[in-house]
């Protein structure tokens, strides 16, 4: 019989890049550290009713002045997080998300651009991608327990492994659609690559790049809860102590904090992206 432990070099690999690379883990660990405390200490300092008035102007905004729906349904849901109790690990959580969106977007974007631009960079990304997609959520949190121990240094890494293949995806099939003879024009009126690349593509391609930042956020929140196992807090510990002491009113609570949450910032993005698709064809 063919025995092939793929399983114990991939062990020996993690444990080798935890003896040896452990000063680049240590900067990670604080960076990430930090990025998470100073969001909650910024979405926290406000009395919450004042907070609740920023992010429904925010939806106002978003959404443009005249509509009232998503401003309405922001100050009904929070009032109703803030009614449960459940105001401060509501802003742990949007603060995790956060944290692990940007850095989802800081090495995505650029990844996705150059994919965009390069056929043998995406042939390579390609695969990457769809492995980082199908493999089941829990198993980053290995990797990450050994990396960064437990806590929110640990969510969050293994959430943004898990949330960036959307923002590579949707970066590098925004500028592939961007038409052919657009970039003849841009090669006529004798831009370089960069001015190409910052002039034309990505402004025709900010749609596309806002759909997948949409899409990293959803996959951001919808591992909160799985997060949550290894110490990360907010509105998923909530769901984990109601799973564990059987708790179906606080399990329940969190859930509707969530679920307001994640509709909050899928609303948000989305109007964004109707925003930007809406000045293009203006």
Known sequence: MISIPI?????????????????????????????????????????????????????????????????LFTV?????????????????????VLVSTLMALFIGIPVGIWAGRSVRVERVVRPILDFMQTMPAFVYLIPAVFFFSIGKVPGAVATVVFAMPPCVRLTTLGLRQVQHDVIEASDAFGCTPMQQLFKVQLPMALPNILAGVNQTIMLALSMVVIAALIGAGGLGGQVVRGIQQLRLGIGFESGIAIVILAMYLDRITHALGSWSARKQAG
């Open 76 to 96: 009904i849901g929070f009032t109703l997080i803030i009614g449960m109790g459940l105001w401060s690990r509501t802003m742990q959580t949007l603060s995790l």
């Open 7 to 71: 399983g114990h070099y991939f062990e020996l690999l993690i444990n080798w890049m935890t003896d040896n690379w452990s000063g680049f883990f240590n900067g990670v660990e604080r960076l990430v550290d930090t990025l998470i405390d100073f969001f909650e200490t910024v979405f926290s300092f406000p009395h919450p009713f004042v907070m609740v008035a920023l992010l429904a102007a925010l939806a106002w905004w978003a959404t443009g002045w005249r509509k009232y729906g998503l401003a």
